[in-house]
């Protein structure tokens, strides 16, 4: 009875601790600035790729440089992955003029042709390439999908998320990059 009461006691503790340490690390909206890209750590650089797009044509990640650029690792069969891709859509015609891409690094295993029938279907607007498991390793392994890194300007990787994030919310962290 002792030893149960105090693995409840410890249980809630570190859970008050980790809603403590999650609720501090999220700023306000209103407190971003556009000097505010400090409140999206440095994770370390993006690493280089090249990649195939749908039709075969070799895509290489220094055509970004410079740019705030959205990695997605998705596939066409993953609902999360799907749903998020209409607010990637908005990102693009929003703030593409602004120095904003998106890539998505489809893992699709049935190929290129299932992928580029999804990109005219759901009229994507961002650069899409067939992925593999050296892009996979080289940003440190997936453990689900989506997985999506953001990129900075001088392409230092600011934020890594796995699953879904409301596009609002997702578009604050994008946005303090791009000012």
Request: charged share 20%; hydrophobic share 45%; proline share 5%.
């Amino acid at each position: 009875m002792k030893r149960s009461f105090s693995a409840s006691v410890l249980l809630g503790l570190a859970l008050v601790i980790c809603l403590a340490g999650c609720a501090k690390d999220k700023p306000a909206a209103s407190a971003r600035t556009p000097g505010a890209t400090a409140a999206l750590p440095v994770l370390g650089p993006a690493p280089g790729w090249q990649l195939k797009d749908v039709n075969g044509q070799v895509v290489n990640f220094d055509r970004y440089k410079g740019k705030v650029v959205v990695v997605d690792f998705w596939a066409t069969w993953c609902g999360p992955c799907v749903t998020e891709i209409p607010g990637y859509i908005e990102l693009v015609k929003k703030h593409g003029g602004k120095g904003l891409e998106i890539v998505g690094i489809s893992l699709d295993q049935a190929g290129p042709g299932v992928v580029k029938a999804f990109i005219e279907k759901y009229h994507i607007n961002y650069q899409v390439v067939m992925g593999d498991e050296n892009v996979q390793t080289a940003f440190g392994g997936l453990e689900a999908i989506p997985t999506t890194f953001l990129v900075d300007r001088a392409g230092q990787i600011r934020d890594r998320k796995v699953g879904v994030e409301a596009a609002a919310d997702y578009e604050k962290k994008i946005a303090a990059l791009l000012n």
